[in-house]
């Protein structure tokens, strides 16, 4: 954690800041490896501090040796006591992470400056523990789906399915969901982002799975589509055409290269293919301690000139939805390593007719 505060120093300088005001539990996690739903942290150019209430003020005490823990009482106010006793003058926070009436509560005599996404390269690039706690949670989320596979049957309903994962989840020392798990069948598993629900899982039909985990802090992310019976010809050529995007769009991470085009690379594939119309969304996202974070993988995208590099980890996940029929989509995490991209998880990409 210091090297990471080190580097919110370096930050400082570059933009001419006395100190940060962190607010967003991710960032405030991020730095202290302490998670609060009422935490602060501040930086200065030689000191950070975490200030949380009284439910966590003991434990965080405890959890946090070698940093100042501040007892937050009376807002805002404990804040700008802190910042005094700093001698800060222009001090940063986290624009994006904000509400309206926070900003305006924001006075005691600083020059407030508003720095969205302050953080994102950083966390973009994860140091050697972030990735081995990423590839220890992927493990355990391949050992949750392996676990379902041969309790996967026609007349299960899809909340029943989504309530077996979650249970495993707990099972193998999980803190739980990264996102609402999508269990999706039939026709649903046309709409990308369907919300499982009380629909039956029938035989004859593709059933999606995506599910994330949450592991000392960190996400998982991972989809697979199966065939429950044997698959029909027509979803067996477009599982293929999936399953190749995503591997090309592998093939194709390469540190140095735009992200934006690991997102061309999968998307005119699908194209030539005839599906083009059908992959309604972008190729993948930066995951780590949040879901969804940068880089966006995107080739029209605000991040489609960002360079990969060693340490990045991001999705991939082509997808191809025909409305009314089903969906097929594919996903895995990737880390940069060695210069290449490098699936996380071992489930292979094969199709599994259940």
């Given at each position: 954690m210091k090297k990471r505060i080190e580097k919110v120093q370096k930050l400082l300088e570059k933009h001419n800041l006395d100190a940060f005001l962190f607010t967003s539990q991710?960032?405030?996690?991020?730095?202290?490896?302490?998670?609060?739903?009422?935490?602060?942290?501040?930086?200065?150019?030689?000191?950070?501090?975490?200030?949380?209430?009284?439910?966590?003020?003991?434990?965080?005490?405890?959890?946090?040796?070698?940093?100042?823990?501040?007892?937050?009482?009376?807002?805002?106010?404990?804040?700008?006591?802190v910042l005094r006793d700093m001698k800060a003058k222009a001090v940063g926070?986290?624009?994006?992470?904000i509400s309206c009436e926070f900003r305006k509560r924001l006075r005691g005599g600083f020059r407030w400056v508003g720095k969205p996404n302050f953080l994102k390269h950083m966390r973009a690039i994860k140091d050697?523990?972030?990735?081995?706690?990423?590839?220890?949670?992927?493990?355990?989320?391949?050992?949750?789906?392996?676990?379902?596979?041969?309790?996967?049957?026609?007349?299960?309903?899809?909340?029943?399915?989504?309530a077996m994962i979650v249970e495993e989840f707990f099972k193998v020392g999980a803190f739980g969901e990264s996102?609402?798990?999508?269990?999706?069948?039939?026709?649903?598993?046309?709409?990308?982002?369907?919300?499982?629900?009380?629909?039956?899982?029938?035989?004859?039909?593709?059933?999606?799975?995506?599910?994330?985990?949450?592991?000392?802090?960190?996400?998982?992310d991972f989809t697979r589509t199966l065939y429950i019976g044997r698959a029909k010809e027509e979803f067996k050529r477009v599982y293929q055409v999936v399953r190749d995007a995503h591997l090309y769009a592998l093939e194709g991470v390469r540190v140095g290269r735009k992200i934006g085009e690991i997102d061309r690379i999968a998307r005119e594939y699908i194209r030539k293919k005839g599906f083009g119309k059908f992959f309604v969304h972008s190729t993948g996202h930066g995951v780590g301690i949040e879901i969804h974070e940068f880089p966006r993988v995107y080739y029209k995208g605000v991040d489609k000139e960002v360079k990969i590099e060693e340490?990045?980890?991001?999705?991939?996940?082509?997808?191809?939805?025909?409305?009314?029929?089903?969906?097929?989509?594919?996903?895995?995490?990737?880390?940069?390593?060695?210069?290449?991209?490098?699936?996380?998880?071992?489930i292979p990409l094969d199709l599994v007719e259940i």
């Open positions: 991710a960032n405030v996690f991020y730095l202290s490896g302490f998670r609060s739903s009422n935490a602060y942290v501040v930086v200065s150019k030689d000191s950070y501090i975490l200030l949380t209430d009284g439910r966590y003020f003991e434990k965080a005490k405890q959890h946090l040796k070698d940093w100042k823990v501040v007892l937050l009482e009376g807002g805002l106010k404990r804040v700008y006591e926070y986290e624009e994006d992470r050697p523990e972030e990735i081995s706690i990423m590839k220890e949670g992927v493990r355990q989320s391949d050992k949750v789906y392996k676990s379902l596979l041969p309790r996967l049957k026609a007349g299960l309903r899809e909340l029943e399915v989504r996102f609402p798990t999508i269990v999706a069948s039939g026709k649903a598993s046309a709409i990308p982002h369907w919300e499982t629900s009380n629909r039956p899982v029938k035989h004859g039909e593709a059933l999606l799975i995506d599910m994330g985990l949450l592991w000392k802090g960190y996400c998982t340490g990045m980890v991001f999705t991939i996940e082509p997808g191809i939805y025909i409305g009314g029929q089903f969906g097929v989509r594919l996903e895995n995490i990737v880390v940069v390593e060695d210069g290449i991209g490098k699936p996380l998880s071992e």
